[in-house]
């Protein structure tokens, strides 16, 4: 069972930037790995994806240009560079892995518990 443990959440103003760290107990380089994210009262949803060895990448349409995802399979790390924060973009972050490229949460086994980040206006 791979565990999964966000780091880097925090409080920014609009504009501002952050990012976010996920470390993995074991290696990781056979999954795809991902950001979600889920907001007070709203479904958690896809916010990014990097694939197995880190050459395709995927993002929602609303972070593309200003979040970067990418990953380091030596030191079982994945991260997530938010630029040009929204305050749309508050919400909890959860790193993911154990399933194929997918915008769909489901698919994926390993999940960490989350990373508050709150964007103020």
């Known amino acids: 069972q791979v565990q999964l443990a966000e780091s880097g959440g925090g409080w920014v103003q609009t504009g501002g930037s952050l990012t976010l760290s996920c470390e993995a107990s074991?290696?990781?380089?056979?999954?795809?790995m991902g950001w979600f994210r889920q907001a007070p009262g709203k479904e958690r949803e896809f916010v990014a994806v990097?694939?197995?060895?880190?050459?395709?990448?995927h993002y929602t349409d609303s972070v593309k240009g200003r979040f970067t995802i990418s990953r380091d399979n030596d030191q079982n790390t994945l991260s997530l560079q938010m630029n040009s924060l929204k305050p749309e973009d508050t919400a909890i972050y959860y790193c993911?892995?154990?399933?194929?490229?997918?915008?769909?949460?489901?698919?994926?086994?390993?999940w960490g518990r989350g990373t508050q980040v709150i964007v103020s206006s």
């Open positions: 074991e290696r990781t380089s056979m999954y795809a």
């Open positions: 993911t892995s154990g399933g194929p490229m997918s915008a769909t949460w489901p698919e994926y086994d390993y």
């Open positions: 990097i694939s197995a060895t880190g050459s395709t990448t």
